[in-house]
């Protein structure tokens, strides 16, 4: 079989020079479908045909697909819903064209999902059958492994037929894998050889000529597989088993060849308009190679990847397949304040500060200073962020200023006389001359409101009795008379900081209206001799 330049064929007008019956096998036929005339037949490999209201969209090539993992593969640069093609009307029965691809090792083992091809008739007298097989090889034709064929010949599995004309018309065939069928079709690499193969074969022309090798299959009475226009985009990858026609055959003496081997006079000009659907067994939906910023690469779940910024390479695909480029950012100079748009490595290795990729100089600041606002509310000047931050400070942005910004006072518990509690600061709680329990407290905390028992003398964590558990209390009101906060391990449980700050009542202990070292050593003889649950030190 080969293939040469032929008179031009369109849907819209008649041949001007129609191709005959006696004609010599070796042409090939620009033809134009019109998208709209171009129909597609679904079929399940068992031939269980598919609803046209259930249209299959096959996943866009490098996007992932309906399920996520799946991949599409193809040499062609043809449309698939019509457009130009050149029929190869020199093809006989039991000649196979078919297209090998190489995919990434890691995508193995794999499940073929769809394959899909372009059958035309040009200029047909007659409406035209066209029996066929499809064929799936894991490696390439020649020596790969046969791993499924279905058919149209009622030998099997009973494919429809392609039936086109008569006229100029063409059909894509989509042969689709039902996920949920027993019988799947997987490629394992077995040979090594990283690629997997499609093909179709026809078994039955509409008209088939006694000597196909003298005379050509009428080609005003058949349907021919398809070539596209735009050149052999894979020399390696397209493939034809020809019928024996000895020396001066196509390829020679018959059988499996690729285009690069076939002789330049019978070697189609484009690639065969063909393409495949797979999805790799252990690809996990949501889980792929991850770009982070630093230009190295990490197998993450696309949500983690996106929630970071970096950049997700696909569900299924592998750190070693893909090519994540290094960022540049602005890096910094502690020692001359100036900055420099390095990669992250190369700021590392040249002592500098990084402040991340897409960051630049002149836009991003190398060493910010500003204001820094303290939990008390009050302000601290001229600081960085990294200091504010260790102050447990909010940071006011570049060149900020004390002056300028609002540091708001910080708020807390203000428990009421009836035991109602709010969040206010500790002036608005004095105020409402209600009592504030402290910076940070919530009313949310339970019991923080309930009024303390009543003042004892000596009883410095207001429980109700005098004892051993007042001590530590008291010993830190008479180191730190002046602070207005006690620590909430001195207090018992139910006790309020209105009980903290009445130490004029539970600390003079001494009787001289003071709460002073005087009243230590009177405070000591109670513990020692303790008065009855409920009596103070008097």
């Given at each position: 079989m080969?293939?040469s ?5 369109t849907?819209l ?10 004609e ?5 036929i620009?033809?134009?479908i019109?998208?709209?005339e171009?129909p597609t037949m679904?079929v399940?490999?068992?031939?269980r045909?598919?609803?046209p ?7 866009v090539e490098?996007q992932g697909?309906?399920?996520?993992c799946q991949n599409v593969v ?14 190869q009307?020199?093809f006989?029965e ?5 297209v090998?691809y190489?995919?990434?090792?890691g995508?193995?083992?794999?499940r073929v999902d769809?394959f899909?091809?372009?059958?035309v ?7 035209t ?10 490696g390439?034709?020649n020596?790969?492994?046969?791993v499924a064929t279905?058919?149209s ?7 429809p037929?392609?039936v086109?004309g008569p006229g100029?018309?063409?059909?894509n065939v989509?042969?689709l894998?039902?996920?949920n ?5 997987f490629?394992?690499?077995n040979?090594?050889?990283?690629r997997?193969s ?5 078994n039955?022309?509409h008209v ?5 090798c003298?005379?050509?299959?009428p080609s005003?009475r058949n349907a021919f597989?398809?070539t596209d ?8 990858n397209?493939w034809l ?7 001066f055959g196509c ?8 285009f690069?081997a076939l002789?330049?006079?019978?070697r189609?000009t ?10 790799p ?8 190679a991850?770009?982070l910023?630093?230009g190295s690469?990490?197998?993450?779940l696309v949500a983690?990847c ?10 299924g695909s592998?750190c070693?397949?893909?090519n ?8 910094c100079f502690?020692?001359?304040?100036g900055?420099l748009?390095l990669t992250?490595s190369n700021c590392?290795m040249?002592?500098g500060s990084?402040?991340?990729?897409g960051t ?5 600041i190398?060493?910010p ?7 008390d ?5 001229n ?10 400070g909010?940071?006011?942005g570049h ?5 300028g910004v609002?540091c708001p006072?910080?708020?807390?518990a ?7 509690c709010l ?6 709680c004095s105020t409402?001359?209600?009592?504030w329990?402290?910076?940070g407290?919530s009313?949310?905390t339970?019991d923080?409101?309930t009024v303390?028992p009543e003042c ?7 429980d109700g009795?005098?004892n051993?558990?007042d001590?530590?209390?008291f010993v830190?009101g ?8 006690a620590?909430a391990s001195y ?6 900081q ?10 003079d202990v001494?009787?001289?209206e003071n709460?002073n ?6 405070f ?8 009855p649950q409920g009596?103070g030190c008097?």
């Amino acid at each position: 079989m080969r293939f040469s330049a032929a008179v031009c064929l369109t849907a819209l007008m008649a041949c001007t020079a129609p191709v005959l019956a006696d004609e010599s096998r070796y042409e090939s036929i620009p033809v134009q479908i019109n998208p709209a005339e171009l129909p597609t037949m679904r079929v399940t490999i068992h031939g269980r045909g598919i609803p046209p209201t259930v249209e299959w969209i096959p996943p866009v090539e490098g996007q992932g697909g309906i399920a996520g993992c799946q991949n599409v593969v193809t040499h062609t640069n043809a449309n698939f819903s019509g457009g130009s093609y050149n029929a190869q009307a020199g093809f006989a029965e039991n000649e196979i064209a078919a297209v090998s691809y190489p995919i990434p090792a890691g995508d193995f083992p794999i499940r073929v999902d769809l394959f899909e091809f372009i059958f035309v008739t040009v200029n047909a007298i007659e409406q035209t059958t066209t029996q066929y097989s499809v064929l799936f090889w894991d490696g390439v034709p020649n020596n790969g492994t046969l791993v499924a064929t279905f058919n149209s010949d009622n030998s099997g599995t009973e494919l429809p037929p392609i039936v086109l004309g008569p006229g100029t018309a063409g059909v894509n065939v989509q042969v689709l894998v039902d996920p949920n069928d027993p019988e799947q079709i997987f490629m394992f690499n077995n040979g090594g050889s990283n690629r997997f193969s499609c093909g179709v074969r026809i078994n039955d022309h509409h008209v088939q000529t006694a000597n196909p090798c003298l005379t050509a299959p009428p080609s005003n009475r058949n349907a021919f597989p398809t070539t596209d226009i735009g050149g052999v985009a894979s020399l390696a990858n397209n493939w034809l088993f020809g019928i024996n026609c000895g020396t001066f055959g196509c390829p020679s003496n018959g059988g499996w060849a690729t285009f690069q081997a076939l002789p330049s006079f019978c070697r189609p000009t484009g690639d065969w308009v063909m393409r495949a659907t797979y999805t790799p067994v252990n690809c996990q939906v949501g889980v792929g190679a991850c770009c982070l910023a630093n230009g190295s690469c990490e197998l993450r779940l696309v949500a983690e990847c996106d929630g970071l910024g970096d950049t997700y390479q696909g569900d299924g695909s592998q750190c070693f397949a893909v090519n994540c480029p290094a960022p540049v950012g602005a890096c910094c100079f502690q020692a001359t304040g100036g900055c420099l748009n390095l990669t992250q490595s190369n700021c590392g290795m040249a002592g500098g500060s990084w402040l991340g990729g897409g960051t630049a100089c002149g836009v991003d600041i190398c060493f910010p200073s500003g204001a820094c606002c303290l939990p008390d509310g009050s302000c601290l000047p001229n600081v960085s962020p990294g200091d504010c931050t260790g102050e447990g400070g909010n940071f006011q942005g570049h060149q900020s200023t004390c002056g300028g910004v609002n540091c708001p006072l910080p708020t807390g518990a203000c428990c009421f006389s009836t035991g109602f509690c709010l969040s206010l600061t500790l002036l608005d709680c004095s105020t409402a001359g209600a009592s504030w329990i402290g910076a940070g407290t919530s009313c949310s905390t339970p019991d923080i409101c309930t009024v303390a028992p009543e003042c004892l003398v000596g009883d410095a964590n207001c429980d109700g009795t005098v004892n051993n558990f007042d001590i530590d209390p008291f010993v830190a009101g008479i180191l730190d008379p002046g602070n207005p906060n006690a620590p909430a391990s001195y207090l018992a449980t139910g006790a309020t900081q209105q009980c903290w700050e009445d130490r004029a009542c539970w600390g003079d202990v001494s009787g001289d209206e003071n709460f002073n070292n005087f009243d230590i050593d009177p405070f000591v003889d109670c513990i020692i001799n303790p008065p009855p649950q409920g009596v103070g030190c008097n």
